[in-house]
């Protein structure tokens, strides 16, 4: 049973919003260009390669999960963040429609409650404080009990950037002993919510009474047909798979093939370090990483493929980056492969028809994941148009790694985040990635314009003059 607040950690809270309160109102009236230049201090001074690696390595450390070689790579969403935040206005007049008479002016939207996962304790604060601190907002992360050395550290590098450039520190403030009920109630008394990580966290914070940004699940499915590189498709597919040894929602979790090329691309995700497993090792793996509960088993999530064999009770070659498993018309919610996996290991499955193909991703997204990504390896724009038009999901890569795109990159336009809504479908209020536009409030000011009123007979149509029995 779930012990409750304590006066102490009521207290705790209160005090945090409310110095949050006041280091807001000392930036309140801060000019675009010392706003741009309190988001570049945050993001120099967290996101410099030495700083940035031993934080992100001690992550993987204090956590005993992820890539520890790989995961300093991911400095370069920071950097991502800022170039969105320096083309985006936050402060005053932000949007002029002229011909609709509109104005558009940018408010904070207020202390922000921030959620850190323990895939990513130390990239999820800048992410969050480069776009909070421009939108003049105060953030008080509460971080994963497994990983809050390592964010309190990160919180710490962020608060001696405001007072490099004379900002209030206490813009940024961590929960240096996190408990569930300290968390609850500082849902409760902040302005906003923001959920990166797991269902349970997302669920208590649209439960908090105040607004909240949450992500779902991921189960991110890809379809290869015989239009694809297949070289190009393989390789994307180890990258993204392999990223922070496939820690991410956005991995490559079932991989789709056209039954043509099929022998070819497992071929290629060979070459890539891919290792197919006989039906004993893919019955082994599924005892090892599900419970008889059905979920996850700690120690075969977000590790090299060799100890998540090794936990099955087989072993697999040192050079081997990746676990394959054919799962063909195994999906749905008693086949645990088609589900999210959380590690380095994909579910293969091949199609006849594309026809087949969106069969096969309708089937696996009823199971898990809806609302998150897909992606297609084509240059077949019909069959292209053919899955975004039946996929429900938020976004879809085109010929790009996965879990390098979906959040951002310097090769496609989606915006810079480390936060992915999923819309309706995945029980989120929005399907986009968050931005700081999603911490900001807007007033409209209206002025008139001349009189857009259209003839009854042009709003009607057809139907305009009918007489109705």
């Keep these: 049973m779930a012990r409750e607040l304590t006066e102490d950690e009521r207290q705790l809270a209160l005090d945090m919003v409310e110095r949050a309160r006041v280091a807001m109102a000392a930036v309140e009236d801060w000019s675009q260009k010392d706003l741009n230049r309190l988001s570049q201090a945050i993001a120099w001074y967290a996101g410099n390669e030495e700083t940035f690696t031993r934080l992100a390595q001690q992550g993987v450390d204090e956590s005993g999960i992820g890539d520890r070689e790989g995961r300093p790579a991911k400095r370069f969403k920071i950097h991502m963040v800022l170039r969105d935040v320096l083309r985006t206005p936050s402060t005053g007049v932000v949007e002029v429609d002229e011909e609709r008479g509109l104005v558009k002016y940018a408010k904070p939207a207020g202390v922000i409650a921030s959620l850190i996962p323990m895939t990513n304790p130390a990239m999820t604060p800048p992410v969050t404080g480069v776009s909070s601190a421009n939108a003049r907002n105060a953030v008080i992360f509460s971080p994963h009990p497994r990983t809050a050395g390592t964010t309190f550290e990160m919180v710490e590098v962020m608060r001696a950037a405001c007072r490099g450039v004379g900002a ?19 849902m409760e008394v902040a302005d906003l919510t923001l959920a990166t990580g797991g269902k349970p966290m997302v669920k208590a914070a649209y439960s908090s009474g105040r607004p909240a940004y949450g992500v779902g699940a991921g ?4 379809v ?4 694809a590189d297949i070289e190009i498709a393989a390789q994307n597919t180890r990258i993204s798979k392999t990223s922070d040894f496939g820690s991410g929602c956005s991995a490559d979790g079932n991989i789709i093939i056209q039954k043509s090329i099929y022998d070819q691309m497992i071929n290629a995700l060979e070459a890539e370090g891919g290792y197919l497993c006989s039906q004993e090792e893919k019955d082994l793996l599924e005892k090892a990483m599900w419970d008889e509960k059905g979920n996850r088993t700690f120690p075969t999530i977000a590790c090299r493929p060799q100890q998540t064999a090794d936990v099955a009770g087989f072993s697999i070659p040192e050079d081997r980056n990746f676990l394959m498993v054919e799962n063909q018309g195994q999906i749905g919610p008693d086949h645990k492969f088609s589900k999210e996996k959380l590690t380095t290991l994909m579910a293969l499955y091949h199609f006849d028809t594309f026809d087949d193909a969106l069969a096969t991703v309708a089937q696996i997204y009823d199971t898990g ?30 010929r790009q790694p996965q879990s390098k795109a979906n959040a951002g990159a310097w090769t496609n336009g989606m915006p810079m985040t480390s936060s992915l809504g999923c819309g309706i479908w995945g029980g989120n209020i929005t399907n986009e990635n968050v931005t ?27 139907f305009y003059g009918q007489e109705i029995a």
């Design 168 to 186: 209030p520190e206490d813009l940024f403030q961590t929960i240096r002993y996190p408990s569930i009920p300290l968390t609850q109630f500082l």
């Design 219 to 222: 189960n991110s499915s890809i």
């Design 224 to 227: 290869i047909d015989d239009t």
């Design 369 to 398: 994941g809806k609302g998150h990504s897909c992606g297609i390896y084509s240059h077949n724009d019909d069959h292209i148009d053919r899955l975004a038009r039946l996929a429900p999901v938020s976004r879809m890569m085109v």
């Design 436 to 462: 700081m536009k999603h911490m900001m409030n807007y007033t409209w000011v209206s002025r008139p314009i001349a009189e857009d009123r259209p003839s009854e007979q042009e709003l009607f149509g057809e």
